[in-house]
């Protein structure tokens, strides 16, 4: 199980927004849950307008890329750039910060550390994976 901290949260920050930099967007849009934290931030980095729904021309951001149920939503919207803290794949045509192992459970910043162990069962379970 791997913890991960606000700075840890700051580095992928800073490394989208590095990978961001020369790019003009509409505006970012951040999945919930875990996708709200990077989109709130990445539109004050880049001063850009926080958006209720992904839309033309947006960067869309997760925290994690595990199945690709929530990201594929956006595949086909026109212009958009995806970025994820991780991929528990290789990018095709999503961009991650890192990529891990599947097996890797990642506990958040903004997650409840003691409620990890009990999340990972959880997600298991409704996999099939227990």
């Given at each position: ?73 956006i595949k086909r919207l026109s212009g958009v750039t995806a ?48």
């Open positions: 199980m791997r913890k991960l901290s606000w700075d840890d949260f700051d580095s992928s920050l800073n490394q989208i927004t590095y990978d961001c930099r020369y790019k003009k967007f509409s505006g970012v849009y951040g999945f919930p849950r875990g996708g709200l934290c990077l989109s709130v931030a990445i539109s004050h980095l880049l001063t850009i307008p926080f958006l209720r729904e992904p839309i033309p021309n947006s960067l869309v951001v997760d925290d994690v890329y595990e199945t690709g149920l929530t990201l594929n939503k970025f994820v803290w991780f991929s528990k794949v290789e990018p095709i045509w999503w961009n991650a910060v890192e990529v891990c192992d599947a097996s890797e459970w990642l506990v958040f910043p903004w997650e409840n550390p003691v409620l990890a162990e009990q999340d990972r069962e959880s997600f298991q379970l409704r996999r099939g994976k227990l």
